[in-house]
Nanobody, 123 residues
Framework: QVQLRESGGGLVQAGGSLRLSCAASGRYVSNVVMGWFRQAPGKERDLVAA????????YYPDSVKGRFTISRDNAKNTVYLQMNSLKPEDTAVYYC????????????????WGQGTQVTVSA
């Protein structure tokens, strides 16, 4: 069983930055695929970043590429999402998730989920 706990959400002005953290227990973050998803009201839950394997590999969709950076601290068993140049359209609940398989990592079919943290970007 993997437990995930997000933190770091909040309210920020457009152009600002936030860093989200996801503390994991039950499995090492270096041994699973870790993803950050977001879901805005009335919209689907979409992947915004994933990190997997050693040496590290990452994935970003075009919507956040160059603005968001996912990283992990193996010693703290924590994954981070650094979000820069935030836009109002980045407003959503952000979820940390974990899965065993790399195949299909861009889909929401993850095995474990955190409770989510709200990110609000004002214009």
């Amino acid at each position: 069983q993997v437990q995930l706990r997000e933190s770091g959400g909040g309210l920020v002005q457009a152009g600002g930055s936030l860093r989200l953290s996801c503390a994991a227990s039950g499995r090492y973050v270096s041994n699973v695929v870790m993803g950050w998803f977001r879901q805005a009201p009335g919209k689907e839950r979409d992947l915004v970043a994933a990190i997997f394997r050693s040496p590290v590999r990452t994935y970003y969709p075009d919507s956040v590429k160059g603005r968001f950076t996912i990283s992990r601290d193996n010693a703290k068993n924590t994954v981070y999402l650094q979000m820069n140049s935030l836009k109002p359209e980045d407003t959503a609940v952000y979820y940390c998730a974990a899965r065993e398989s790399i195949s299909g990592l861009i889909t929401p079919n993850y095995d474990y989920w955190g409770q989510g943290t709200q990110v609000t970007v004002s214009a």
